[in-house]
């Protein structure tokens, strides 16, 4: 069946890219795709028409073109053969169907950007359901395309000469802007520092625009009137006193300098080295002002540098110290608590006890001065709250300080760095001791709660509270309200940047007059992962032979205790030596099965003694300890990991040392020891 819709031949009206595509249409004539071709030659005779579109239940289906009609019903008995075929037999291969919605451009590039062999035929246009809306000549859209590219031409030409406007207005701004700075420039616009001239009371009269950029403020315009009304109210009266001494002192006298704070918008407070001096011809102050507060924390920052060296100097060399006398304490009453007798057993569980209690805090020490890199584990967040509490004792004493401490029974599991979160709990403690400074009863709670959320920690304190316009800046770097010896600014800010790193978040609520709370919150432990435990106490093994190991340690109590530790738990045969140099002299006179070393050693130390080992004995690097009160800098401790060398923190208990020398003494002896040939 076909659709009789004659084709309207009025051009279309716009030629612009919002040109509907409806208007391009030059016939609507449709026909049947099971319509014989003999009908569908006669309806081409008829209406005058190169292109049909074929049809299917109403939908376009393809495009049927008079030139491949007339080529096969003309040919040598192609009427007689094909004359009653269906008109689909002669659809063209490519037909370019595209949906009412599609932009002009968009529908041209596919049109014009046709092979040669389908450039000419229609375009058919359809609606959404696939319904035929018309076909369009490649003639109109090559018209279309003609009047677009005339409308960009004009464009452009508006384009230029609008750019060729605005460059000469551009041109004018710029000549009169060089001509304002060739005077600003012969005033004071080169100056580095910002400069203003104050009258007597302190309102500024004039500036450079560098005094502008320092306080934030752009154009002079927008200068507080007064230079001290970016100054809070001491700051002010200080600076007022400092202006009056220059008026008094003349135009004969030395300008002189102070520092003030300055609050700078969007930055916060600034320090600003302050140099006035009194100008008698105009009867002004001239005033110079220079932003030192990166100088200044660079200085403090360098000082805070160099007390950490000192401090991580002085706190390893302690902790060594400590650590080897720990050694032998912890290593005989543990051996003494494996003898018979109730109170001996009982007494010698109490110098354990206390000796270990020793050695955490040494660890804690180490770790706050020099905390190992982020290295987030199963942690019970309840021990270390205790262990931070318990470097605080003193401080909490000090200050007679009521200390109340919440938590919920049993372990609080959380994936945690524990010395970077001790360093969060007492800076948030060290911050609740100073705000309740001078209560009448200073108290501090800390409480730990656990949800299907995580893990909340929450330090509270009675003090004074935060004042309401600070209470969104105290996370801020260098924002602190405390005088410069008693604080940097950095404190909440490091906090802060720790409990993200753990994935949680740090928040603050306050009354002021009241107190303050922090909350700590912490992401939940996902799945079930269990919090190390501590080692079982070992069980002596019997050997079919006794194992050698050479002990190597400058103290002579803790080769002892070494050895009878060894003795003890392996039956081993244990030879001693003061340092490397020694114990290569024992290996040239030797075999051994285990080589235990301290790191820190005169002579030769550990570390070299290794290095001569790896070298020489390359099977006895294999059966190689490490024992050490405190190993040193973090490249040596690096360089020690990627050895491979299993290193034993000092002091240690004897399931410590069966658990690293064990397994080592108990392998078996696939190969003769080497004898040394020195």
């Known amino acids: 069946m076909v659709i009789q819709e004659f084709p309207s031949e009025r051009p279309p009206a716009l030629r612009t890219e919002t040109t509907p595509l409806t208007s391009l249409v030059h016939h609507r004539w449709t026909a049947d795709h099971e319509q014989p071709l003999e009908e569908l030659e006669k309806e081409f005779r008829d209406r005058a028409v190169d292109y049909v579109a074929l049809v299917r239940e109403g939908r376009v289906i393809g495009v049927c073109s008079l030139s491949r009609l007339g080529a096969l019903l003309g040919s040598r008995f192609g009427f007689s053969l094909y004359a009653t075929s269906p008109a689909h037999h002669v659809q063209i291969a490519h037909p370019l169907i595209i949906g009412e919605n599609t932009p002009v451009r968009a529908m041209l590039d596919l049109a014009l950007g046709r092979p040669p062999g389908e450039f000419r035929e229609d375009v058919v246009l359809v609606d959404s359901e696939g319904k035929l809306i018309g076909l369009i000549p ?5 018209h279309l395309q003609t009047a677009l590219v005339a409308e960009q031409l004009a464009s452009l030409e508006s384009q230029h000469e609008t750019l060729r406007q605005q460059n000469l207005d551009l041109f004018q701004a710029n000549h009169a802007l060089r001509q304002a700075q ?4 012969g005033l004071f616009g080169a100056s580095p520092l910002g400069i203003a001239l104050l009258d007597q009371t302190g309102l500024i009269q004039a500036t450079n625009p560098r005094l502008g950029e320092l306080l934030n403020a752009g154009a002079a315009a927008n200068l507080h ?7 809070g109210e001491r700051e002010r009266l200080r600076f007022e006193a400092f202006l009056h001494a220059r008026v008094l002192a003349g135009a004969g006298a030395e300008p002189a300098t102070e520092e003030f704070t300055l609050t700078v918008p969007r930055r916060g407070p600034r320090l600003f080295r302050c140099c006035a001096g009194w100008i ?4 002004q102050i001239s005033v110079s002002l220079e932003d030192i507060t990166e100088q200044r924390g660079l200085e ?3 000082q805070r540098q160099e007390k950490q060296r000192l401090l991580d100097t002085l706190v390893g060399g302690i902790a060594h110290e400590l650590n080897n006398k720990l050694t032998p304490i912890l290593g005989l009453a543990e051996l003494l608590s494996h003898e018979s007798g109730s109170d001996l057993v009982r007494h010698a569980n109490l110098i354990s006890r206390s000796a270990q209690e020793a050695s955490r805090i040494i660890r804690q020490l180490l770790q706050l001065s020099k905390p190992d890199q982020f290295q987030a584990v199963p942690v019970d967040l309840g021990t270390v709250v205790e262990e931070s509490l318990l470097m605080l004792k003193f401080q909490l004493r000090e200050q007679q300080c009521e200390l109340l401490v919440n938590r919920a029974v049993g372990p609080l599991a959380a994936r945690a760095d524990a010395a970077q979160i001790k360093q969060v709990i007492i800076n948030l403690v060290l911050n609740a001791l100073d705000a309740v400074a001078g209560r009448p009863r200073p108290t501090i709670e800390v409480s730990l ?3 299907s959320d995580g893990l909340t920690l929450t330090v509270a304190d009675n003090g004074a509270g935060i004042p309401p316009e600070n209470l969104g800046r105290i996370f801020d770097p260098f924002f602190t309200t405390k005088p410069p010896d008693r604080g940097t600014g950095l404190g909440l800010s490091i906090c ?7 994935g949680g978040e740090i928040t603050v609520e306050s009354q002021f007059g009241f107190g303050t709370s922090f909350l700590v919150a912490l992401p939940p432990l996902s799945g079930a992962v269990a919090i ?3 080692p079982d106490q070992p069980t002596a093994r019997a050997t079919a032979a006794p194992r050698r190991v050479l002990m190597v340690d400058d103290e002579e109590v803790v080769r002892l205790v070494v050895q009878e530790m060894l003795v003890a738990q392996f039956a081993c045969e244990v030879d001693q030596a003061r340092h490397g140099a020694e114990a290569l002299e024992r290996l040239a006179t030797g075999a051994y099965d285990l080589i235990i070393s301290d790191i820190r050693m005169p002579v030769m130390n550990g570390t070299d003694f290794f290095r001569r080992i790896r070298a020489e004995f390359p099977e006895l690097a294999e059966r190689f300890v490490f024992i050490t009160g405190h190993p040193g800098e973090q490249a040596l401790q690096d360089e020690i990991a990627l050895w491979g060398v299993p290193v034993i923190a000092k002091p240690f208990t004897l399931p410590r040392l069966a658990e690293i020398c064990g397994p080592l003494l108990q392998q078996p002896d696939e190969r003769n020891l080497m004898r040394s040939t020195l």
Do not use: D, F, K
């Open 280 to 283: 008698q011809a105009t009867g």
């Open 532 to 534: 190390p435990a501590a």
């Open 300 to 302: 403090r920052n360098a």
């Open 138 to 142: 490649v003639e109109r859209l090559a």
């Open 496 to 502: 802060q940047s720790i409990v993200r790193l753990h």
């Open 449 to 451: 709660s656990q949800s």
């Open 182 to 185: 060739g005077v600003n420039q």
């Open 225 to 231: 009137p007064a230079l001290g009304g970016w100054m």
